[in-house]
C-alpha cells in the first residue's frame, strides 16, 4: 500500500491537490458534463489545479457541438461512443448507473481509471467504495481500475463519523436528512426556482421532474419503497454504504431522508450511539482535527451548519454537538451537519479520489 | 368528570364543533389578534360555528382602531387594558408568554377561561396543558379556569404519539423538526417570501426577523442553548411538553428542531421505541382510527405527509410508518409525520379547548 494512502488521521487537514510540475498532463474525460455534477467536476478540476493534458466532454447526443468553458478555452462536447476511452488516464462517470455499467468496463478495457459517481458499483465487493479522508487506504487494494463515489449523504455523513468511530466504535446510527435539490439534478434545481417563483406570484405551478409540488414544500425522497422494509432506495443506500465506508458491517443503521427546498447542499441530523460513552469535548476536538471537517457549533451566538454556508465550501460542517437526552446510558451523541452535495458529495470526492491515484503514483 | 370529556380513544374521529343552538351566545377575546395565529382563531371561530356573541379583539396600541373581519362584518381592534376582559367568557392569548403572565390571570379574576397559546404556563402543575385528543379529560381537573395550549411540535407530534403510546408504552423518542415560518411569526413568513423573492431575482436581502438568510436555507430553531445540555430552548419545551401530554414523566426524548423554508405546516421525523414490538400493521390500524389523525401513508404512489398537504387541514397526516431498522430489538419505529402549525399547532387546538370546556358546561 503506497504511504501517501495511509489512515485519513495521518493525512493533512485537507487533501492538497496534486502539483502540475509532479506529473504528466492526464487525459480527462467526464461523462455526464453537462448535469450539475459535470459542471462541479469540470470547476473542481481547474480550482484545484489537476494535471489536465486532455480535457474530453462527454453528453447525450442533444448535447453535442456544444461547448463548455475549461481554462478560459472553449471544450466541445462530444457523444459518447464505445471507442470514445482511448488514450483516456481518468474517466469521470456522472451519467446514471445504467451507462455506468455499459461504459465503465469500456474504459476500463481501454486503460483508464474510472471514477464512477453512480450507484452501478458502490455495492459490488471489487470495487473499493472511497471518501479519501475516510477510507482513501482501499484505492491501493482495487484490482480493476474502477472506483466508486458514494452516494452523496453517505460520503457527507461519513466525513464526519470516521473520526469519531475510529475513536470510539459506532453501534447505532440514526439520521434524518434534509437533502438539497442538487441531488435530483440540474433540473430539480431549476424547478425548485420556477415552482417557487410562480408561488410568490400567485401563479400555478405543474411540477415536472419532482414528484410533487416544490414551492416551500418537502417531501420524502422519490425513491422507491422497499416493500419488506418500508425503507426508501436512497435511505437503503445510504445505510448500506455507510456501513462500507466506515469497515462496520453490521452496523444497525436508519434513515429517513428527506427532499427539502434547499438548492445545493444537504444537512442531516444525526443519533449516534457508541460503544462507551463519548465526552461532547473529545467529539469536538476529534472533529476539529478531522480532514475534511470544520466545526460550526458556536452555541452563544447559535450558528450552526447551514446549507447556505455549505454550499460551495469544500468540508463538511458539524454542530449541535451535545450528549443525546433520550439514551440514558449516555453512550450516544447527537450532531447536526451540512455539506454541499455538488462538492463532498459527488464532485469534489470524485476528483479528490483521482488526486489520490495520482499522488500514489497509480495513474 | 363530564362524560364528553372521557378517553380520547372513546371520542369521535374529529371532534365536532359544539352546536350553537345548544349554548348560550358568548362573549370572546383574542389577545394577539393580528399575528399569524389571531388571524387562524378568527378563521376557526367562525368555520367551526363556535357560538360567539360578542367578539373582543385585541393587539398592540399601533393596530387598534383598525378593524378585522369576522363572519362578513368588520370588529375593530381595541388596546389591551386591565379592565378589557369584564364579561368575557372565554379569552385566547397568543401574545406571548410576558403579556400572558401579566394579563392571563386578570382575566381569569374578571370570570373568564384564558386557553393560552404561550409558554407562560405549560409547565405550571396546577394549569392543565391539554390536546383534546390526547388529554381532554385534564380540562374537568382545572381549578384555575386557565388552560395552556402546547408548543406547536408538541401538539402535532403529541396527536400521533398519543394512541399508540395508549396501546403500547413509549420508553424512547427521538424526534428531528422540519418547521415553517409560521411558527416564528407573520413577519417570518413574510420574510421567508421577501427573502425568497430577492434571492431568485440575484438581488441582496438582509434578514430582519430571522437571525440568518431564509432563501432556500434552513438552520437551527433560534432559541437559546442551554449551555448545560447543549438542547436549545425549542428542544427542550417539546421534549417537557411531550412528557406531560403523554404522562410520561420520565420519558427519555431528544429533538433536533430545525427551521426549514417551509410556510406554515411543520413536518418531523420520529423514531419511537416500544416496551415491547408493534407491528407496523397494527400500528397503522391505530393510527388510522386516532382522532385528529390521517393516515398517508401509499408506498406504491411514495405519497407521504407533506407540509403542503397539511397546511390548512385541521388532521395531522402520519406515514413512512416501517420498523425501525437501527434498533435490532425490533420495538422501534419510524414515523414522518406534518400538521399545521397555525392550525393543529396553535389555534385550532385552542378553539378545541373552548369548545370542550362548552361541551362540558364548563363555560
Known amino acids: 500500500m503506497p504511504q501517501s494512502l495511509s489512515s485519513p488521521l495521518a493525512q493533512s487537514r485537507s487533501p492538497s491537490p496534486a502539483t502540475p510540475t509532479m506529473t504528466r498532463p492526464l487525459t480527462i474525460a467526464i461523462v455526464g458534463a453537462t448535469g450539475a455534477v459535470g459542471a462541479e467536476l469540470i470547476a473542481c478540476l481547474e480550482r484545484r489545479a489537476f494535471p489536465v493534458g486532455e480535457l474530453r466532454l462527454f453528453a447525450s447526443p442533444r448535447s453535442a457541438g456544444k461547448t463548455l468553458t475549461f481554462r478560459g478555452a472553449p471544450v466541445m462536447i462530444q457523444a459518447l461512443e464505445e471507442t470514445s476511452f482511448a488514450g483516456v488516464d481518468v474517466a469521470f462517470f456522472s451519467a446514471g448507473a445504467s451507462l455506468s455499467r455499459h461504459y465503465g468496463p469500456l474504459a476500463v478495457a481501454a486503460g483508464a481509471w474510472v471514477v464512477d459517481n453512480s450507484s452501478a458499483f458502490r455495492m459490488d465487493a ?59 439534478g440540474a433540473a430539480a434545481m431549476a424547478e425548485l426556482r420556477d415552482a417557487t417563483a410562480a408561488a410568490l406570484a400567485g401563479e400555478t405551478y405543474a411540477p415536472q421532474v419532482m414528484a410533487h409540488p416544490y414551492a416551500f414544500n418537502l417531501f420524502s425522497h422519490d425513491a422507491g419503497i422497499d416493500p419488506e422494509t418500508g425503507y426508501n432506495g436512497e435511505e437503503l443506500k445510504v445505510m448500506a454504504e ?19 427546498p434547499v438548492l445545493r447542499a444537504h444537512a442531516m441530523a444525526l443519533t449516534v450511539r457508541f460503544a462507551e460513552p463519548v465526552s461532547v469535548d473529545d467529539a469536538r476536538a476529534w472533529l476539529a482535527e478531522a480532514p475534511g471537517v470544520r466545526l460550526v457549533d458556536d452555541r452563544e451566538a447559535n450558528h450552526f451548519p447551514m446549507p447556505g454556508e455549505a454550499s460551495g465550501r469544500d468540508d463538511v460542517l458539524v454542530g449541535r454537538i451535545r450528549t443525546d437526552l433520550s439514551d440514558p446510558s449516555g453512550r450516544s451523541l447527537s450532531l447536526f451537519i451540512a455539506g454541499d452535495q455538488l462538492l463532498k458529495g459527488a464532485a469534489l470526492n470524485a476528483v479528490q479520489i483521482a488526486e489520490s491515484l495520482v499522488e500514489a503514483g497509480q495513474v
Chains 1, 2 share one sequence.
Open 126 to 184: 471489487d470495487t473499493p467504495l472511497v471518501v479519501p479522508e475516510v477510507n482513501g487506504w482501499r484505492l491501493g487494494e482495487t484490482p480493476g481500475r474502477l472506483v466508486a463515489n458514494p452516494n452523496c449523504v453517505a460520503a457527507i455523513a461519513a466525513v464526519v463519523l470516521a473520526p469519531l468511530h475510529a475513536r470510539r466504535l459506532i453501534v447505532r446510527l440514526v439520521g434524518s436528512t434534509y437533502q438539497a435539490a442538487s441531488g435530483a
Open 242 to 260: 455507510l456501513r462500507r465506508l466506515l469497515g462496520a458491517a453490521d452496523l444497525p443503521a436508519s434513515f429517513t431522508c428527506i427532499r427539502v
